[in-house]
DNA sequence: TCAATAGTGTCTTTGAGACACTATCAA
DNA sequence: TTGATAGTGTCTCAAAGACACTATTGA
């Protein structure tokens, strides 16, 4: 048998079925704190829960395709605004219980966006909105997506180490200022300025200046600061890392 | 409509199918050299090929006990020996063609395993082996398995930059040099032994000393090397950083 | 005038890497 | 005896972090 008459006779259904979503983490800075995209569900399982967006994967895109869908369709977003947004794959769910509908695989992704306007709610839920990660639900999450949110802010927490990404969270101009306020929110503690500042100048293809200056100083003062841009560095080198954890290395 | 109203109206089949299956990409260290287990599929589509073994999860089970199943099954291997395996979640792979037969989501694993037997051939394949690395048959690797198999190498040659996982190559009982040839081995160029034995035994939890030592010296002479095991590190702080590779940063 | 901030200078400590050297063992 | 290897000592350089300081701005 060739493999022209072992596709024609192939039949799909005799093979165990199982659905596709993919969901999405997407983290935006507010207000100096970390928010995150959440859908409060309309519909069971899990009504009225607060969920991530996502949905079952289409026939014909890739999984990436399809989160990118989602959060377009989440947000209302589109063109080059949605092109901006970082999007990676972050894991697969599949534990057989995770859904009670029926087996459901979910491939989750990361997103990490700059401040976009309030999310739009659409048919399958009466509610959308960034919510801040520190004042979660948790328990409230439907599904394991508190489980999958975790490894989200775990997986952007250690790509602002040895990835340039966290000037995704900014728009195309910054001050070093607000790149390092991007540091603070998702690690959580506060670093030094001065050294700061350095470092990220030290590190080739991290940001590069525009030569331009912010119109004003500080909200409470200050100097105007220099604006720049984000630089063509895909892997800081040497990167950025967090001050040290003995706690988590066990 | 409540969720038990709800589920008992549910309808699985409305909603768009799709097969899952696991792949895995398992790695070894024989001969001074990395091997990766492979399958020569005895049936289309791609007959003939070498493709990861991996195959459809079972209805109850998670996707990396399905992993670890289709594993055992392949290398014939149960119960201590299989238990040493490292095994993680890589990343999944759904691009709508992969798969000529239908739409399937592949959940792909790397596995670290120690010098393990060969493997017996199943019902499913004529053939089935470690194969090294750097002489495999890239073009003619199943559906994707390529891309797949890149990106698992990458992840291992990264993951023995902060994690322990070397360790996972060897036995229970190894030395500095046998630790330092995993090393050489996965990322592909030598290092220096004295300042390599220094900065593993400087790592806290990295190894940790068993009191004993080999009972030769070397094959072409040399001391007697002391003997370690794993430690109890989930990673290495500071961490084993691969010399500078300026190319892949950009 | 005052307080806050941008940006730079400098010193200390840590760690990576180059090199040298000794002790131990197989052939 | 010879040559390879295990393990240690030492030096240099890069980088992280602490601290200090100046200049510039808004209130």
Do not use: C
Request: glycine share 10%; net charge negative.
């Amino acid at each position: 048998m060739n493999e022209q008459d072992f596709l024609a006779g192939y039949d799909p259904s005799a093979y165990p079925s199982t659905a596709i979503t993919v969901d999405v983490v997407a983290l935006t800075i507010r207000e100096g704190a970390l928010h995150l995209l959440l859908i409060r569900r309309g519909q069971p399982p899990y009504q009225g829960h607060w969920a991530l967006p996502g949905g079952f994967v289409q026939p014909d895109e890739d999984l990436t395709t399809g989160a990118r869908r989602e959060l377009a369709e989440e947000t209302g977003l589109g063109g080059d605004r949605l092109r901006r947004v970082h999007l990676e794959q972050l894991a697969s769910y599949g534990a057989p219980d995770r859904d009670p509908r029926m087996r459901i695989v979910s491939v989750a992704h990361l997103a990490f966006a700059p401040d976009l306007p309030d999310p739009v709610a659409d048919s399958d839920a009466d509610e959308a909105g960034w919510l801040p990660v520190t004042a979660l639900p948790s328990r409230q999450l439907a599904f394991d997506h508190a489980r999958i949110v975790d490894d989200g802010l775990e997986r952007a927490r250690s790509k602002l180490e040895y990835t340039p990404l966290a000037t995704r969270f900014l728009g195309p101009e910054f001050t070093i200022a607000e790149l390092r306020g991007v540091y603070e929110t998702v690690w959580g503690h506060p670093l030094h300025a001065g050294n700061f500042h350095r470092k990220v100048l030290s590190v080739p293809g991290f940001v590069e200046s525009t030569g331009g200056n912010t119109e004003r100083g500080g909200a409470r003062g200050g100097p105007r600061a220099r604006l720049y841009r984000a630089g063509d560095a895909r892997l800081l080198h040497p990167a950025l890392l967090r001050p040290a954890r003995e706690e988590t290395v066990r």
